[in-house]
């Protein structure tokens, strides 16, 4: 399975933004599929999932509210609406996909999402 993530970009505080990944493989569209994110000097931390085999999507607590995971299962793509951006949402966001919540196989390459004050 092989992830491809675009939409990154430099925006202002309140802006927003929308990243998009396509997954390409025989078993993308069983996987599940969502983003994390790793600011600098931190650790890679868990964003949100899209909606899977019944279980409603996910997200970490500190985006709840502000960002939208959304699944196109007919392309095998996974989109992150990102509204209201804070300073804090400053990272590198990667697209992930894997056979479940708690096994991310594939990474995609990062998108950089920097967010001025």
């Known amino acids: 399975v092989q992830l491809q993530a675009s939409g990154g970009g430099s925006v202002q505080a309140g802006d927003s933004l929308r990243l998009s990944c396509a997954a390409s493989?025989?078993?993308?569209?069983?996987?599940?599929m969502g983003w994390f994110r790793q600011a600098p000097g931190k650790e890679r931390e868990f964003v949100a999932r899209?909606?899977?085999?019944?279980?409603?999507?996910a997200y970490a607590d500190s985006v709840k509210g502000r960002f939208t995971i959304f699944r196109d299962n007919a392309k095998d793509s996974v989109s992150l609406q990102m509204n209201n951006l804070k300073s804090e949402d400053t990272a590198v966001y990667f697209c992930?996909?894997?056979?479940?919540?708690?096994?991310?196989?594939?990474w995609g390459k990062g998108t950089q999402v920097t967010v001025s004050s």
């Open positions: 992930a996909t894997g056979p479940s919540p708690n096994h991310w196989k594939y």
């Open positions: 493989g025989r078993a993308a569209t069983a996987y599940i």
């Open positions: 899209a909606n899977w085999r019944g279980n409603p999507a």
